[in-house]
């Protein structure tokens, strides 16, 4: 499975209107090569370099496994997203208080439909994928707050 994205590549900079310096909106997500048995797919965009551990920017389960590409600025119709830590139920972009990050945009296959409900956290998020992934991708950006 691979996930790309139109707007950077993989260890490149994210562009400032997909941050919360800019408009703070997901960027388009292509995904390829999604294994025939999955039931389900996640996204899960964190940020592993934030100063009290991983920062979680973005959620968003039971997406179709059929799609192939996340639009940007919004999730998939048929999808849940849950909670970021910045306490939203939405794509939070990046916003480093120092230097530059890593983010991360994972993709996962499922091979279930998860029963979980919309602002489900992130430990509820990981509790409900465990023995149902089929296969992960990722994508990582960088991206430093502008002067």
Do not use: C
Request: aromatic share 8%; hydrophobic share 35%.
């Amino acid at each position: 499975m691979k996930i790309t994205s139109p707007v950077f590549k993989d260890g490149e900079k994210i562009p400032k209107e997909y941050t919360r310096e800019g408009q703070d909106k997901s960027p388009p997500l292509h995904l390829e090569e999604v294994p025939e048995r999955a039931k389900s797919l996640a996204v899960i965009v964190e940020d592993p370099d934030a100063p009290k551990g991983t920062f979680i920017h973005w959620l968003v389960f039971n997406i179709d496994p059929r799609t192939r590409d996340i639009r940007e600025g919004g999730a998939p119709v048929m999808s849940t997203q849950g909670s970021n830590d910045w306490g939203e139920v939405q794509y939070g972009g990046p916003r480093p208080p120092s230097g530059e990050h890593r983010y991360f945009f994972k993709a996962v296959a499922l091979d279930a439909f998860l029963p979980l409900a919309r602002g489900a956290s992130r430990e509820a998020l990981e509790q409900a994928m465990r023995g149902h992934v089929v296969e992960e991708a990722a994508l990582m950006g960088r991206y430093a707050r502008q002067a």
